[in-house]
């Protein structure tokens, strides 16, 4: 069987701070590159930035906590919700859960035309 690589590529903020061997790490091990978004061009990383405001609109801001361990328990329940429950319109309305079968059908399928030694 013929070996497939995947590239990966992360795309964070600019300002983002990691440890120096962070970049290293993810580039020698895991074959991972670091793509920082623009300063000012948070559209540059949509999905996060939509992840993100919806996070804190249904989570955040919806609820006063009495302790780190309330907000860890809510926030645990909500992806709950979020990932196997609600319908997503940019899976074309159907919750993550349920499309990620026909993402890796798709995407082994595709590989054959991805081999590379």
């Known amino acids: ?3 497939v690589r995947y590239r990966l590529t992360a795309r964070l903020e600019h300002d983002l701070l990691l ?5 290293l790490l993810l580039r020698s091990v895991f074959g991972m590159a670091l793509n920082h978004i623009e300063p000012g061009e948070p559209n540059q990383n949509a999905y ?3 992840f993100n405001r919806t996070f804190r609109t249904e989570v ?7 302790s780190t361990r309330q907000v860890q328990a809510i926030a645990d329940d909500w992806l709950i919700q979020y990932n196997e429950y609600r319908p997503h319109d940019a899976l074309g309305g159907v919750p993550p859960k349920q499309f990620m ?3 890796i059908t ?3 399928a595709d590989s054959g035309n991805q081999l590379s030694a």
Do not use: Q
């Open 1 to 3: 069987m013929p070996l």
């Open 19 to 23: 440890p120096p061997y962070a970049g």
């Open 48 to 50: 996060v930035e939509r």
């Open 60 to 66: 955040l801001d919806a609820w006063l906590f009495n």
């Open 101 to 103: 079968p026909r993402l």
């Open 106 to 108: 798709t995407t082994a």
